[in-house]
């Protein structure tokens, strides 16, 4: 006589489109004996519970579980997954696995008599268990569909059970008695420090200031610091992101490659570099060293916040007519950290009554683009959205 869990393998020799039969009684009941086996090894997953041994190289955890089907060889891989750094041993009649850290083992099963019956940290477990039990989400039919009685005698916090759900009533009964505690009416705002006063002094004075400042880490692996230069009077101030390795290694902004790009942007619209004020945000060069390399990195919020009074202390002496930031960090520090320079890029902000500022990308960008045709174009742009400071200082 065949076996039941044979059936449709006998069959399908046979018939090979069998298992696409939904209806057909053995296929159905070989579903139905699939799930029953996801089903034990989901549980064996969520209802195995370790007990510490003392062990001759140390602790030994031990669990004891009671599976419905042969399943230990299929689920003993998670448990080294999970608990990769122990040496545990889960016990079960019908075969056991052993892992000692390096290699799994399988072996015949056991018995309950042969596992530990308790630990030192249960009472723990028992006491996080009666704390988070919430009565006013208690659901007893839920509950037993995921955690089947049966398992209840292999898990030190079933003992509980019976009793927490014997008081769910009363401990929601007190949960409405209790008076709520009613939140104020409305939450002091933090005070904000006042802003400190900005560096005083000419612009020579501000750049000999700026060479003890220490408000950031940045000073400490730079070379100098790369303060702004160009008239007092100027009318239109450029300002970019943050110096690079040449800059850093010169003492002044815009004299690397980025430099090199920006001045033939200039020479295209006949603006003379010595009429404009060119300064950073930031004011330090920050690398991270990769070999003999000076690689650059982006200055963090922190670090451009320490920036800040130098750049406002700049441009509150000179009071330039136009600013036009080159790159993102310039525009969101100067125009708010909403700025999106994609969508707003070469237009004309009002940032008081006689100041305008404009923003576009920064040179470096067009520098790292992949191909000459994509750096053509980008540049174009580039001298296109510099082009607009004509239209207010001609």
């Known amino acids: 006589m ?5 059936a449709a393998g006998y ?33 064996m997953k969520a209802f195995v519970r370790f007990r510490e041994v ?60 042969d596992a530990p019956t308790g630990d030192a940290l249960e009472d723990l477990w ?18 037993t569909q995921e955690m089947p009685v049966r398992y209840w005698k292999n898990l030190p916090e079933a003992a509980l059970i019976p009793a927490l759900i014997q008081d769910a009533s009363a401990r929601m009964q007190a949960m409405v008695d209790k008076a709520p505690t ?30 003890q400042c220490r408000a950031c880490p940045l000073w400490q692996p730079a070379t100098q610091t790369v303060f702004g230069e160009g008239p007092d009077d100027a009318r239109i101030v450029i300002v970019g992101e943050q110096p690079g390795d040449q800059e850093d290694l010169a003492g002044r902004p815009f004299v690397g490659p980025s430099g090199e790009l920006f001045d033939r942007a200039l020479e295209q619209l006949g603006i003379e570099r010595d009429a404009l004020y060119i300064t950073n945000t930031v004011k330090h060069f920050k690398f991270e ?20 009074q130098w750049l406002a202390a700049e441009l509150d002496r000179i009071r330039p007519r ?6 993102a960090m310039a525009a969101q520090n100067l125009f708010g950290s909403e700025f999106r320079l994609l969508e707003q890029r070469g237009q004309w902000i009002t940032l008081d009554e006689s100041t305008r500022g404009i923003a576009t990308m920064h040179p470096s960008y067009i520098l790292r683009l992949p191909n000459e045709a994509a750096r053509a174009s980008a540049f174009e742009d580039f001298v296109r959205d510099l082009g607009r400071i004509r239209e207010l200082a001609p």
């Not at 003392?54 to 080294?80: C, K, L, M, Q, T």
């Not at 002091?188 to 700026?210: F, I, M, N």
């Not at 060293?289 to 800040?308: D, F, M, S, V, Y």
């Not at 136009?322 to 790159?327: A, D, K, R, W």
């Open 289 to 308: 060293p990769r070999g003999k390399r000076r690689l650059h990195a982006r200055a963090n919020a922190q670090e451009q916040a320490a920036c800040r």
């Open 2 to 6: 065949r076996q039941p869990r044979l």
């Open 322 to 327: 136009l600013i036009v930031c080159l790159g």
């Open 11 to 43: 069959r399908a020799n046979g018939e090979r489109n069998l298992l696409q039969i939904a209806t057909d009684d053995d296929v159905a009941w070989a579903h139905m004996a699939a799930k029953a086996v996801r089903r034990d090894m989901h549980k």
């Open 182 to 211: 009613m939140p104020h009416r409305r939450i002091p705002a933090p005070v904000k420090p006042a802003p400190a006063p900005l560096p005083e002094g000419s612009l020579a004075q501000l750049r000999e200031q700026a060479r």
């Open 54 to 113: 003392a062990g001759p190289e140390g602790a030994v955890f031990i669990a004891w579980f009671e599976p419905s089907h042969d399943i230990v060889a299929r689920v003993a891989p998670f448990f080294v997954r999970r608990f990769t750094g122990m040496r545990w041993s889960i016990l079960t009649p019908l075969r056991s696995a052993h892992w000692d850290g390096v290699t799994l083992r399988l072996e015949a099963g056991a018995d309950k008599a």
């Open 126 to 143: 028992r006491t996080y268990f009666a704390n988070i039990f919430n009565p006013a989400r208690l659901k007893v039919r839920a509950m």
